[in-house]
């Protein structure tokens, strides 16, 4: 009996070690988990950060370009008005961003960042649409500027403002859209194994 007693009170002890070491290994993988959240977190941020300097700069540079070509003063106003409206879109991101923290809520954290990509991709097929009008626009006036009437030439200057837009905006689609987007994923997919889904 006594016997019994040892040995059932070693299985206790063994017990509640291994219910000690796995309470480690679960907070050591929590605090892993966590840190490499903070981490997403930050890249994100640096992204909606340079995205929205990148806006600043476009703005500035597309505006003197257009100014600086002579094309309509109707043009230049809607040049403003759509990258200003660009970088407003970036600065909301980037506050979106900014909002997100890894001490928050989970279903708090998880609600944010399933805001932040939604409005990431309704900005985006808004702003294409109104892209592709824009450089339809600043083809007309280009020619009409320049007086180019032959069909060659116009499908010149069309060609060349499609080449820079899909260059443009293949640079934007790899360089802040799919990041952000694929970094909003990492988020969830971390909070996922922080909650034990």
Known sequence: MEQENKELLELKEQLAALHAKLDRQAEINDRTIKNALDASISRLRKLGNSKFWCCIFAMIFIVA?????GLGFPLIIATIVFLGLNAIDALILYN????????????ETMDKVLDYKKFNRVSTLVALPLAILWAGWYVYEVCR????????E????G??????????????YAKFYRPSMEEA???????KELKGE
């Not at 979106?96 to 279903?107: R, V």
């Open 65 to 69: 370009i257009v100014y600086l070509l």
């Open 185 to 191: 994923d990492n988020i969830i997919r971390q909070m």
């Open 154 to 157: 116009v499908i010149f200057i």
């Open 159 to 172: 060609l060349a403002a499609l080449i820079g837009g899909i260059i443009g905006g293949c640079i934007g």
């Open 96 to 107: 979106k961003e900014k909002s997100l923290e890894s001490g928050d809520s989970l279903m």
């Open 145 to 152: 500027t320049l007086g180019l009437t032959e069909p060659k």
